[in-house]
């Protein structure tokens, strides 16, 4: 497995402005097109957005967007890029790991974000939570607007994640009620600290499976590409590109065909998943952050 990205903690980013997108320089960093460059910002838009810190797991790390050199870029690299294209002077970092759990979010990312101020933040977390059975949205919720209270009081902008909506996906589509709970925890959360919120569940090109990796718990290229539109949305920016715009029509596969499909995933991922839990391991150990202090996102004009 990868464990370090484009985006390397002792390099900024460079990126030429091409038309359509941003897209690496010839010998670059960043792998493929980075599109949507917002050429404004809305009236609500964040102030001063000179620096930009992204928490959480795998979702946040980039899982799966393929970098160079086996690194995966993701959607919240991608959102940095958009910014930067924007804003002079701009900064970021990504301490998110793989595999974490919130409690250990909360208590690895949380107090480094806190130190260093950073005028937004991106939090998602909790989902890794959410797949082991028993599991509380509950206690989740609480610890999750502890981490919110301290961002806020730092200073930061905070922009919130919900969970996606698994209804199209067998074998997750049970926890949809836990989710929605959970979500419903985080609307409020948003609400009392007076944060941003991208709506995951609420993405319907997002349930689309060519928005997903091999594995259904990942994002494809397409679909981290997608919402880093819509965080750019969010943030008050006005990307070139539509986040929302619908997919092709699939190819046609008969019943049978699908059903092979979902037991070699659940052979491939599943089973491999559940070995792991029940080992006590975690696809995320020995990771470090990808991006651990704020750095440059260089520009080339």
């Known amino acids: 497995?990868?464990?370090?990205?484009?985006?390397?903690?002792?390099?900024?980013?460079?990126?030429?402005?091409?038309?359509?997108?941003?897209?690496?320089?010839s010998g670059g960093i960043l792998s493929g097109a980075v599109t949507g460059?917002?050429?404004?910002?809305?009236?609500?838009?964040?102030?001063?957005l000179d620096s930009y810190v992204a928490l959480g797991d795998s979702f946040t790390e980039g899982m799966d967007d393929p970098g160079p050199n086996g690194t995966y870029l993701g959607w919240a690299d991608r959102l940095a890029a958009m910014i930067s294209s924007h804003q002079r002077g701009f900064r970021y970092a990504n301490f998110a790991i793989r595999g974490k759990m919130l409690q250990e979010i909360v208590d690895e990312q949380i107090p480094l974000a806190v130190e260093l101020k950073p005028r937004l933040a991106t939090f998602c977390g909790g989902g890794n939570d959410l797949l082991v059975p028993g599991s509380d949205p509950d206690a989740l919720a609480e610890m999750y607007e502890i981490a919110v209270a301290d961002l806020r009081a730092a200073g930061t902008e905070v922009v919130i994640f919900t969970g996606f909506d698994?209804?199209?996906?067998?074998?997750?589509r049970s926890l949809r009620g836990?989710?929605?709970?959970?979500?419903?925890?985080?609307?409020s959360v948003a609400e009392r600290y007076h944060c941003r919120v991208v709506d995951l569940w609420s993405m319907t090109v997002l349930h689309d499976r060519r928005a997903w990796s091999a594995d259904r718990l990942h994002l494809s290229t397409e679909g981290h590409r997608r919402v880093a539109l819509r965080a750019a949305e969010v943030l008050g920016f006005k990307?070139?590109?539509?986040?929302?715009?619908?997919?092709?029509?699939?190819?046609?596969?008969?019943?049978?065909?699908?059903?092979r499909h979902d037991l070699k995933w659940a052979?491939?991922?599943?089973?491999?998943?559940?070995?792991?839990?029940?080992r006590g391991e975690s696809i995320g150990d020995g990771v470090v952050p990808k991006r651990p202090e704020l750095l440059p996102v260089c520009a080339d004009s």
């Open 37 to 48: 460059v917002p050429r404004r910002k809305g009236r609500d838009a964040v102030d001063g």
């Open 166 to 172: 698994p209804k199209h996906t067998p074998f997750l």
């Open 178 to 187: 836990k989710i929605a709970i959970y979500n419903s925890h985080l609307w």
């Open 239 to 259: 990307p070139d590109e539509d986040w929302s715009i619908p997919w092709p029509p699939p190819a046609d596969e008969d019943w049978m065909a699908q059903r």
């Open 1 to 25: 497995m990868p464990t370090s990205s484009p985006l390397s903690s002792d390099t900024p980013v460079t990126v030429s402005r091409q038309a359509g997108g941003v897209a690496p320089t």
């Open 267 to 278: 052979r491939e991922h599943v089973v491999p998943w559940i070995a792991r839990q029940l």
